[in-house]
Nanobody
Framework: QVQLVESGGGLVQPGGSLRLSCAAS????????MGWYRQVPGKQRELVAG???????NYADSVKGRFTISRGNARNTVYLQMNSLKFEDTAVYYC???????????????WGQGTQVTVSS
């Protein structure tokens, strides 16, 4: 099986910064892409940023220019650097990875447990 373990959430003032980390471990042959989603109560989970195996990134319009997604040298980690945080960035942030398990004929989406980010003065 595969586990995604997130860290780095917390409380920050408007204009501040946080860095989220996510590490994948387990029966992994290859990771196609990784990303970060967020969800607030009563709303659908939304994509914040994604990065594919070639390093191509995409961002939600609401975070462009403020957030940066990157992958670690080990290729099984993904980071989200969040700068100039706003009240509306408050949410539970989830790590996502599309993974080919060892011996599998198709890829599977895995999710982390979520980490709370709260922007408040």
């Amino acid at each position: 099986q595969v586990q995604l373990v997130e860290s780095g959430g917390g409380l920050v003032q408007p204009g501040g910064s946080l860095r989220l980390s996510c590490a994948a471990s387990g029966s992994i042959f290859r990771i196609s892409g990784m990303g970060w989603y967020r969800q607030v109560p009563g709303k659908q989970r939304e994509l914040v940023a994604g990065i594919n195996s070639g390093g191509v990134t995409n961002y939600a319009d609401s975070v462009k220019g403020r957030f940066t997604i990157s992958r670690g040298n080990a290729r099984n980690t993904v980071y989200l650097q969040m700068n100039s945080l706003k009240f509306e960035d408050t949410a539970v942030y989830y790590c996502n990875a599309n993974i080919w398990n060892i011996g599998s004929v198709r890829s599977t989406d895995y999710w982390g447990q979520g980490t709370q980010v709260t922007v408040s003065s």
